[in-house]
C-alpha cells in the first residue's frame, strides 16, 4: 500500500541543502503557474517505475529503476529542460551567428514535500509520493502516485458516416466511464496548414455525419477516476470519415427498440456475428460469400455496422456467438462498455473464436463458469456428471472419437436483479457442431448442454428463471429442437444417422430439464447465404418463469435479399439477430 510520507522520515535525514541542478533558459519558456500532473506509474515487485509530465509542450515520460537515487532523476528532467523541450538535445543556435543563444536566468529543479526539499539519497520508489511538488524553474507540478494512465489507446481505421465511433481504451488505475472525451473534424485540405481542428462533440461515442466526409478525426482523451485525471492522449485517426452505406437491414428494426424494455421487462438478443477468422478464408471469399465485396468482409468495415446495429437494439442480455477473440478484447468489450454494457467471453476449444454474454446493469454477475467448469468435449471427457453419456457413447468408438475432438462449448451465467437478491436469472449461451450431417453430434452436444446447466440452476440458484440463446445449427424438426422443446428424442430419430451407418448410435435421450418455448417464433429464417436459408438460431426460455412481450420484426425478405444474400455491404453477418422483450 502507498503511504504518504512525514517530513521526519529518512527522506530528509540528509538533506542539508535544497536539491536543485541550474540550468539557463530563455525567460519566456516558462510561466508561473500550477502544471498538469506528473504522474508516476509504480508498482511493487516491477523493477521500473515510469514518470509522464508535460514539459514545455511536449510530453515526457520517463523509465527509471525503483531502486535509483532521486537526485539522478531531477539531474535528467533539467538537462531536458536546458535542451529546449527535447529538441534533438542540441541549444538553439543563432542562423546568422551559428553560435548558441545567450541565457538569460537560471532554473531550479526540486521536489518538494509540505515545502520542505526531498533528499537526494532518496529512492525513487519511496521518494515520489502523492501530495509532493516538482518544482521546474516557476513550473509546479502535483505528484500523482499510481494515478488514472491510458494503457491503450486507439481510434478504429475505417470510419464511416452515421456510424458511431469508439475508441478502444484501457485505463489503469481508472475506470472507463469517468474518462473525459473531446472530439474534432480537420476542417479544410488535410494536406496543408491551412486547415484547422474544430470541435465536434463530447463522449466516449461521436457519430460522424455525411458533411465530415472526407475529415480525419481528433479525440482528446482524459483518463479519470473520480476527481483524479492522468495526462491527456491525443488520438489522430489515420483513415478519413467515409460514406456510409445508406440504409441497413437493421434500421426498421430500430423503430422497435427506440427505448430500452424498462426496470420491469428484459430484452435479449441471440446473434451470430460471423468470426473474421472465418470471414477472411479463400472459401468464404470464393464460394460461401461470393456476392459480398471483399472490402464489406473485413472486420474494420463490419464492426461499424455490427455496432450500430447492437446500440440500436438498446438490449439488456446479448447472447454472441462466432466472436474472435481479438475481437472481444480490441473492439466489443470497449465498445459495448460505452454503452452501458459488461461482457464476458469464453473461447471454443482449440479455436480462436467463441461465446461473449454481454448484460447492463439492470442486473449483476452472481457467478460464471467460463474460467472453472469445463464444457463441451472436454466436459464430456473429464467430467464425472456426464459419465453416463461417455459410456454410451462408447458403445460406437468412430462417433465417440470425433465428439470428443469437435470444438464446442456453453457459456453459464447466473444473474441477480438489483435491491432484489432472490430475483435469478440463468443465460446459457452456446454454438453447436456445424455440419448438416451432424445431428447425432449435435444431440450429444446437447445432451451434455442441458446436463450442465441443469446442475448450474441446482447448485447456483435454484428456482431461476432461465433462457437459453445461441447457434443450434438446428433446424425447427431437428432432434436438437425437440429434445429442448418437448424433453425427450427417441432412439427412432433420423438424426441418430445422420452421418451414415458407421457413426450410427440411436439412444433414448431425456432433457433434464423442462420443455422450453422459442420466444421468437418460427421465423422464416435466421440464416441466408448464397446455398442456404433456414432456421438456425434460437432464444429458448423457461414458459413458467418468464412470457414474450415483444418479438422484434425480422428483416422483410426484400432487405435481406437487397444485395443477394448475407453478409453484404449493409449487414455485417450470415445470420440475423434475434431480439425479444420478456418479462
Known sequence: ML??????????????????????????????????????????????LTISFILDGSHRHML??????????????ANNAARGGGQGGRAKKSKKSKAPQASAEPVVVKLLYNGEPVSEDAENSEAWQDGMTLHIGEMRYEVQRNGPNFTRAQLPGCLLAGFP?????????????????????????????????????????????NLDIGSRLK????????????????????????????????????????????????????????????????????????????????????????????????????????????????SLAPALDAYGLEGTFRVKERQHEGLATFYRSMASLVDSDDHHAPTGSEALASDPLHSDMLERLSANPVLKDKVLHLSTTLQVSVFEKLNEPSN????????????????????????????????????????????????????????????????LVPDSHPDWVSSGPEEALPMELRSPLPPLLSACGDPAYTNYVGGFHGVLDYVFLQPDSLEVDQVIPMPTHEEVTSHQALPSVAHPSDHIALVCDLD
Open 3 to 48: 503511504k504518504y510520507l512525514p517530513t521526519t522520515s529518512r527522506l530528509f535525514s540528509r538533506c542539508v541543502t535544497s536539491v536543485t541542478r541550474t540550468f539557463h533558459l530563455q525567460k519566456h519558456r516558462f510561466l508561473s503557474r500550477m502544471e498538469d500532473s506528473v504522474v508516476v506509474r509504480c508498482v511493487a515487485g516491477e523493477p521500473k
Open 64 to 77: 527509471r529503476d525503483q531502486t535509483e537515487e532521486l537526485g539522478k532523476v531531477l539531474l535528467r528532467i
Open 165 to 209: 465511433v469508439c475508441p478502444r481504451l484501457e485505463v489503469e488505475f481508472g475506470r472507463l466511464e469517468d474518462c473525459e472525451l473531446t472530439w474534432y473534424k480537420h476542417e479544410g485540405d488535410a494536406s496543408t496548414k491551412e486547415a484547422e481542428w474544430v470541435p465536434a462533440g463530447n463522449g466516449r461515442v461521436f457519430v460522424p455525419s
Open 219 to 330: 479525440v482528446v482523451a482524459t483518463p479519470r477516476d473520480g476527481a483524479r485525471s492522468g495526462l491527456p492522449k491525443e488520438l489522430v485517426s489515420v483513415a478519413t470519415v467515409e460514406a456510409g452505406p445508406g440504409w441497413c437491414t437493421c434500421d426498421n428494426r430500430h423503430a422497435y427498440t427506440g427505448r430500452e424494455a424498462g426496470p420491469e421487462g428484459l430484452r435479449v438478443l441471440s446473434y451470430n456475428i460471423l468470426a473474421d477468422v472465418y470471414a477472411q478464408t479463400e472459401m468464404s471469399r470464393t464460394v460461401l460469400y461470393p456476392y459480398c465485396p471483399p472490402y464489406a468482409l473485413q472486420m474494420d468495415y463490419r464492426f461499424n455496422l455490427l455496432l450500430k446495429e447492437l446500440a440500436g437494439y438498446k438490449a439488456d442480455l446479448l447472447c454472441l456467438q462466432e466472436v474472435d477473440t481479438g475481437v472481444f478484447s480490441d
Open 424 to 487: 435469478k436469472l440463468c443465460v446459457g449461451n452456446t454454438h453447436l457442431y456445424w455440419h448438416p450431417k451432424g445431428g447425432n453430434v449435435r444431440l450429444v452436444q446437447m445432451g451434455v448442454a442441458l446436463q450442465h446447466l441443469s446442475h448450474v440452476i441446482q447448485q447456483e440458484a435454484p428456482g431461476a428463471a432461465f433462457i437459453f440463446c445461441g447457434d443450434f445449427n438446428s433446424t425447427p424438426d431437428s432432434g436438437v429442437c425437440q429434445l429442448i422443446q418437448g424433453g
